[in-house]
Structure formats: structure tokens, C-alpha cells
């Protein structure tokens, strides 16, 4: 079998670049194109020193249906607009597509879901197997306590993270809904400020902190009458995730089209 030929989205960015360093250090994988968006002052760089790795051969350019058309798989930590376009071309080259981005509204997962009836797809706000591990815990802790515990989950990011809650607080809380067997949309309380009233029964709370240089903390709180239960998880590295959506672009190579979670990549589903 050949080498697996991914092309990474946002390749500039701060986890396109992980990306790109993962791959190159990786056996039987290798960088079939690199892009960024029009205008972006990276177009025509390689994308290798950029990442601190050797001369790639490559250039980073902003049309994805060529490099698409000659790869396996793209992994796209990128921008909303950009990972919605992105499907819909992985669907057209039928190849595998892995979603780190977040952010994402409910018409962008539409969408995903769509592309995903023609190409593998695996979509997660958060790639590494301890986040995936602290969901499923998440979701038998919600199921144990019930709706005496007050659920709020905490997240700190980096200064210059653009979404909040992020991607990993929301999947938390769906874990926690599915733990109560309730639909997270109707019970999520984001952003109190003010006179917000008393806290709403079986509501999932949701905080977020941004500053320096975190790459990322996430706290599941159950606060109940006299204790408090906390579960949670600090990534110190973000090449921790650059590996995991590795895992997830060799598992979803030659799949079935659907969409997947990390989950099912790291076999936590029914755990
Ligand atoms: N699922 C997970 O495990 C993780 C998910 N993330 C998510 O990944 C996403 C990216 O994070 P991060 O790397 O920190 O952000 P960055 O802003 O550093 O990187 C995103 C890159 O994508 C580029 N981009 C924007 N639009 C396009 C486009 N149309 N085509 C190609 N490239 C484009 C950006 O360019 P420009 O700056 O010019 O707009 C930028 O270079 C975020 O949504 C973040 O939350 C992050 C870490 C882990
Ligand atoms: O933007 C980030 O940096 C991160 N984003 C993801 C999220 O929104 O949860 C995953 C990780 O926490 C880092």
C-alpha cells in the first residue's frame, strides 16, 4: 500500500502547522498540498519551514479541488465558511475529510452531514483520546447523578481563540445532555450576565476564560447539595491533536461515507 496523501487546511495557522510537522514526522504519510485562504500572506510559501520541518516542494495555494482530486484525505482545522466549502469538495473527490474546526452553526453541520452521505467524515471539537475519554465519563457521571447536581462546564483558552463556547465545552455538554437523556439546545445557558435570575433546574451551564497562552482547559462541574464533583482536562501541547486527527484521517481512509466521531476512531463509543 502506498503512502496515505493528505492535503491540511489552514496550513499556516497554529494548528495547520502542527499538522504539517505530524505528517512529516510520521511513516507512510505525506503532504499532498497545503492551503489558506485568497489573499492570505502565505499563499506561495512552503509550508514546511513554517512549520519548523525541512523544504517540502510544496507551495501553499488557495484552489483545494486540484490538490483534492490527487489525495486521500484533507484535515481541515481552518474557519467555519472554509470547512463547510471543504466538505462539499471532499464529498466531489470522495475522499476522507477530517473536521477540527469549531465554531460551526447549525447550518455548517447541516451541510457537513450532507457532504457526509459522500465521503467519510470525521468531524470532533477536540481530537485527543482524554477529552474523548473525559465525554464518555461526563456523560455516566450525568446519568448517575441526575438533575439534583447542577451541571456548568468551564473552559480557558488562549487570547486569541475566536469562538466561545468552544467546541470541546459544547461536546461536554452534549455528553452530559445525552447522560440526562435531554435535548442540550433547550437546556444550555450560555453567557449570564446581569440580573440573570436564579439558575434554571436541569440547565448546563457554560463559562469561558481567555488569556495567554492556554491551549486548553475544560472543566465538568456537578455541583450538588454539600459536594461537588469536578472532571477535567488540561492539553498542555497542541501536537496532541494534530496526532489524534492523524489516527482519525488513516481510520477513515477507504470507510464507508458518514459522519464519525472521535469516538468511534479511538472504539469509545459505547464505553
Ligand atoms: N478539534 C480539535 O482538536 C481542535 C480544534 N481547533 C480548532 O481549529 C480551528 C483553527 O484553530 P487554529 O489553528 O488555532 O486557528 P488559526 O487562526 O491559527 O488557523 C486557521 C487557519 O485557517 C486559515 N483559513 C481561513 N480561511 C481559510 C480558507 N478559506 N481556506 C484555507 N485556510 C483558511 C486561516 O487564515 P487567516 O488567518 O488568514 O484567516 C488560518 O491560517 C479553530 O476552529 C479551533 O477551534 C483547534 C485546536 C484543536
Ligand atoms: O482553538 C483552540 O485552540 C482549541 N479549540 C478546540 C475547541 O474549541 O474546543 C479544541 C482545543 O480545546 C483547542
Redesign the pocket.
Known amino acids: 500500500m502506498g503512502e496515505l496523501r493528505i492535503v491540511v487546511?489552514?496550513?499556516?495557522?497554529?494548528?495547520?502547522?502542527?499538522i504539517v510537522r505530524a505528517i512529516h514526522e510520521a511513516a507512510g504519510m505525506t503532504l499532498a498540498g497545503a492551503?489558506?485562504?485568497?489573499?492570505?500572506?502565505?499563499v506561495d510559501h512552503d509550508p514546511g519551514p513554517l512549520a519548523g520541518c525541512p523544504a517540502s516542494g510544496l507551495t501553499i495555494v488557495?484552489d483545494?479541488l486540484p490538490l483534492m482530486l490527487n489525495a486521500d484525505a484533507i484535515i481541515d482545522?481552518?474557519?467555519?465558511?472554509?470547512t463547510v466549502?471543504?466538505a462539499a469538495l471532499a464529498a466531489q473527490a470522495r475522499i476522507a475529510d477530517v473536521?477540527?474546526?469549531?465554531?460551526l452553526a447549525d447550518e455548517d453541520l447541516d451541510r457537513i452531514d450532507a457532504a457526509a452521505r459522500h465521503a467519510p467524515i470525521v468531524r470532533?471539537?477536540?481530537?485527543?483520546l482524554g477529552?474523548n475519554l473525559l465525554a464518555a465519563l461526563t456523560r455516566r457521571a450525568a446519568a448517575a447523578l441526575g438533575d439534583e447536581y447542577d451541571i456548568e462546564i468551564v473552559e480557558m483558552?488562549?487570547r486569541?481563540?475566536?469562538?466561545a463556547p468552544?467546541?470541546?465545552a459544547l461536546m461536554l455538554g452534549e455528553a452530559a445532555a445525552a447522560g440526562r437523556g435531554i435535548a442540550l439546545k433547550s437546556h444550555a445557558a450560555r453567557g449570564r450576565d446581569g440580573v440573570s435570575g436564579a439558575r434554571r433546574k436541569g440547565d448546563i451551564g457554560f463559562a469561558s476564560l481567555r488569556g495567554g497562552t492556554v491551549v486548553?482547559d475544560h472543566e465538568v462541574v456537578f455541583a450538588g447539595e454539600g459536594e461537588r464533583l469536578s472532571l477535567a482536562h488540561h492539553?498542555e501541547d497542541?501536537m496532541?491533536?494534530a496526532y489524534?486527527?492523524l489516527k482519525a484521517a488513516r481510520w477513515a481512509h477507504g470507510r464507508k461515507p458518514g459522519l464519525y466521531a472521535?469516538a468511534d476512531v479511538l472504539g469509545l463509543k459505547d464505553g
Open positions: 487546511a489552514g496550513a499556516a495557522g497554529r494548528m495547520g502547522r502542527m492551503l489558506e485562504r485568497e489573499n492570505s500572506p502565505w488557495t483545494p482545522f481552518s474557519s467555519p465558511a472554509a466549502e471543504l473536521i477540527g474546526t469549531t465554531g470532533s471539537g477536540n481530537m485527543s477529552v483558552h488562549h486569541m481563540k475566536v469562538d468552544s467546541g470541546t486548553g492539553a497542541r496532541l491533536f489524534g486527527a472521535m
